[in-house]
């Protein structure tokens, strides 16, 4: 995910992710959360959770996720589906609650590029805890 936003050619090993480049990232079978200039459309990530969040509103389970990425795919567009399906879960993975779902204000903040400033904050409170 890191690798189209970068302002060059060479990989960085770190992986850090440019949101003034977010729209170089953007692929068929997404959920349209940002728009072709890479603009973050909140109301299509409101629309996301409207449609798909079926067992609480707000939250999506790892099925409705799963269910999320298949009905957005776009007919042969395999690497698309590969994306779409690795961003999401990512997602999932990094920002679910104890309960197991994702609510749609994590979802929010990773959009917004403060998800991962939120977890180097966490990182670093555990860090200072330890010495």
């Not at 269910?67 to 957005?72: F, G, I, K, P």
Request: aromatic share 12%; glycine share 6%; hydrophobic share 35%.
């Amino acid at each position: 995910m890191s690798y189209p936003t970068l302002p060059g050619w060479i990989p960085n090993i770190l992986l850090p992710i440019y949101i003034d480049r977010i729209h170089k990232a953007k692929h068929g079978s997404d959920s349209a959360t940002f728009d072709t200039e890479g603009r973050f459309m909140p109301v299509n990530l409101e629309n996301v959770f409207t449609k798909y969040a079926r067992t609480e509103p707000g939250k999506l389970t790892f099925f409705e996720v799963l269910r999320l990425t298949e009905e957005n795919r776009v007919p042969f567009d395999f690497l698309g589906w590969i994306l779409a399906k690795a961003e999401w879960l990512v997602l999932y993975s990094l920002a679910r609650d104890d309960d197991g779902f994702l609510s749609k204000e994590a979802a929010r903040t990773c959009c917004e590029g403060s998800l991962f400033e939120q977890y180097a904050k966490m990182n670093k409170g555990d860090n200072k805890k330890h010495k």
